[in-house]
């Protein structure tokens, strides 16, 4: 059963800190709110925690990008033949997973378009997402300041009202 007290134990068993008991669940495949809810801990900590790390993998491949003439556009101007495994499994070059900055147990995440299989890093989805946002919103607006005055009207209504 995913989330029994002594899987937590024999994931974590060594780990000092809660940030790398969340990263060895994380790899173990668990979602953030059982890791929250596993380690007695709010799922915002665990999500700053993962996101952290992925900001600090994508920020390293940009700079080993910089710093030795960019081996992400290597990688992509280089296509590599892949065997189909056992159980249809694939195995990604460690040319392309270091271009990433990929590791074990990373997530990625797949798609079928134009006859081609796709493989999105989170950080990759998350830039997808946020120009497909772009076109939508105007420059110059932030939802996140105007969720925060549409909480704050909410928190001042109930107050005079309750």
Same mark, same amino acid.
């Given at each position: 059963?995913?989330?029994?007290?002594?899987?937590?134990?024999?994931?974590?068993?060594?780990?000092?800190?809660?940030?790398?008991?969340?990263?060895?669940?994380?790899?173990?495949?668990?979602?953030?709110?059982?890791?929250? #809810? /596993? !380690?007695?801990?709010?799922?915002?900590?665990?999500?700053?925690?993962? +996101? $952290? @790390?992925?900001?600090?993998?994508?920020?390293?491949?940009?700079?080993?990008?910089?710093?030795?003439?960019?081996?992400?556009?290597?990688?992509?101007?280089?296509?590599?033949?892949?065997?189909?495994?056992?159980?249809?499994?694939?195995?990604?070059?460690?040319?392309?997973? #270091? /271009? !990433?900055?990929?590791?074990?147990?990373?997530?990625?995440?797949?798609? +079928? $378009? @134009?006859?081609?299989?796709?493989?999105?890093?989170?950080?990759?989805?998350?830039?997808?997402?946020?120009?497909?946002?772009?076109?939508?919103?105007?420059?110059?607006?932030?939802?996140?300041?105007?969720?925060?005055?549409?909480?704050?009207?909410?928190?001042?209504?109930?107050?005079?009202?309750?």
């Amino acid at each position: 059963m995913l989330g029994s007290k002594s899987e937590v134990i024999s994931l974590t068993a060594g780990l000092q800190t809660t940030s790398d008991k969340i990263r060895a669940l994380h790899r173990a495949g668990w979602s953030r709110s059982k890791i929250a #809810d /596993a !380690l007695n801990i709010r799922y915002q900590h665990v999500r700053n925690v993962l +996101v $952290q @790390d992925e900001r600090r993998a994508a920020d390293r491949v940009a700079k080993d990008a910089a710093s030795s003439g960019s081996p992400a556009k290597d990688v992509e101007s280089k296509p590599a033949k892949i065997r189909l495994g056992p159980d249809g499994r694939v195995v990604i070059p460690a040319a392309f997973r #270091d /271009a !990433l900055g990929l590791q074990e147990g990373d997530t990625l995440f797949a798609r +079928v $378009q @134009d006859g081609e299989i796709r493989l999105l890093t989170p950080i990759g989805v998350m830039r997808r997402a946020q120009a497909m946002v772009r076109e939508f919103v105007p420059a110059g607006v932030s939802l996140v300041e105007e969720l925060f005055d549409e909480r704050r009207r909410e928190v001042e209504g109930e107050a005079k009202g309750g």
